[in-house]
């Protein structure tokens, strides 16, 4: 049976000293597969709800309602919360940061992470997302949830897995913030996985800033 383990993004102290944000902002995760198995300066994308696939996990798409993320299900940064920040570095490394992932992997014992191009493709999508509306969730602007995303690409997956992390200047401190929020690392070292798709996506308009999506998965 697939089962979805959604962690609901939660509201929580929003520390605006000379890094901003050194506190975590939000704490949550994202997990789908087939068996029971997503801080730091900035935000991460609390407490888990369960849902079967049996239930009806299909694609939902945008009606009337230009924005259908559920209510409650995502979080916006204060007017100026990161304003002292320096985002001029910042960049994403693809390969870079698979070796990360796979070097803290390699580390417990785990089988290493390959980049995807279906897996990048749902995460772009959701950065996008994010950075349109300037917030941090799990849910689409048209409802949809990881699960929706990565199926929309055609990829077939046995499980899916995303973690999401608003905020942060570098792969590198949003990695160190997932590695520090349980359900983050969770996702992270999910022996099943073999594959990853990673998207940065930057607006100097929003107060968030950057928005980083990482997607694990294993194909059917």
């Not at 929580?12 to 300066?41: E, Y």
């Not at 009337?64 to 940064?77: F, H, I, R, V």
């Not at 570095?89 to 796979?102: H, I, K, M, S, Y």
């Not at 992997?105 to 749902?122: I, M, S």
């Given at each position: 049976?697939?089962?979805?383990?959604?962690?609901?993004?939660?509201?929580?102290?929003?520390?605006?000293?000379a890094?901003?944000?050194?506190?975590?902002?939000?704490?949550?995760?994202?997990?789908?597969?087939d068996?029971?198995?997503s801080?730091?300066?900035?935000?991460?994308?609390?407490?888990?709800?369960?849902?079967?696939?049996?239930?009806?996990?299909?694609?939902?798409?945008?009606?009337?309602?230009?924005?259908?993320?559920?209510?409650?299900?995502?979080?916006?940064?204060?007017?100026?919360?990161?304003?002292?920040r320096?985002?001029?570095?910042?960049?994403?490394?693809?390969e870079?940061?698979?070796?990360?992932?796979?070097?803290?992997?390699?580390?417990?014992?785990?089988?290493?992470?390959?980049?995807?191009?279906?897996?990048?493709?749902?995460?772009?999508?959701?950065?996008?997302?994010?950075?349109?509306?300037?917030?941090?969730?799990?849910?689409?602007?048209?409802?949809?949830?990881?699960?929706?995303?990565?199926?929309?690409t055609?990829?077939?997956?046995?499980?899916?897995?995303?973690?999401?992390?608003?905020?942060?200047v570098?792969?590198?401190?949003?990695l160190?913030?997932?590695?520090e929020?349980?359900?983050?690392?969770?996702?992270?070292?999910?022996?099943?996985?073999?594959?990853?798709?990673?998207?940065?996506?930057?607006?100097?308009?929003?107060?968030?800033?950057?928005?980083?999506?990482?997607?694990?998965g294993?194909?059917?």
């Amino acid at each position: 049976m697939l089962r979805v383990v959604l962690l609901a993004v939660a509201a929580a102290s929003l520390g605006l000293g000379a890094c901003s944000m050194n506190t975590a902002g939000l704490s949550s995760g994202f997990a789908q597969s087939d068996t029971a198995s997503s801080t730091s300066t900035g935000s991460l994308g609390g407490s888990p709800s369960t849902r079967s696939s049996l239930t009806g996990s299909g694609t939902q798409v945008a009606a009337l309602n230009p924005d259908m993320a559920p209510t409650g299900s995502y979080e916006k940064a204060p007017r100026g919360a990161l304003a002292d920040r320096n985002y001029s570095a910042t960049a994403l490394n693809p390969e870079r940061a698979r070796d990360l992932v796979n070097q803290y992997r390699a580390e417990k014992g785990l089988k290493p992470l390959r980049l995807n191009a279906a897996l990048t493709e749902a995460a772009k999508a959701h950065s996008r997302d994010l950075a349109k509306w300037d917030r941090i969730s799990h849910y689409g602007s048209d409802g949809s949830n990881p699960w929706d995303r990565v199926k929309r690409t055609g990829y077939k997956p046995k499980l899916a897995a995303e973690n999401v992390g608003t905020g942060q200047v570098s792969f590198d401190e949003v990695l160190v913030g997932w590695k520090e929020s349980e359900g983050h690392n969770k996702n992270l070292l999910i022996g099943d996985a073999r594959e990853m798709g990673l998207a940065l996506v930057q607006d100097p308009k929003t107060e968030f800033k950057s928005f980083w999506t990482l997607v694990i998965g294993a194909p059917m």
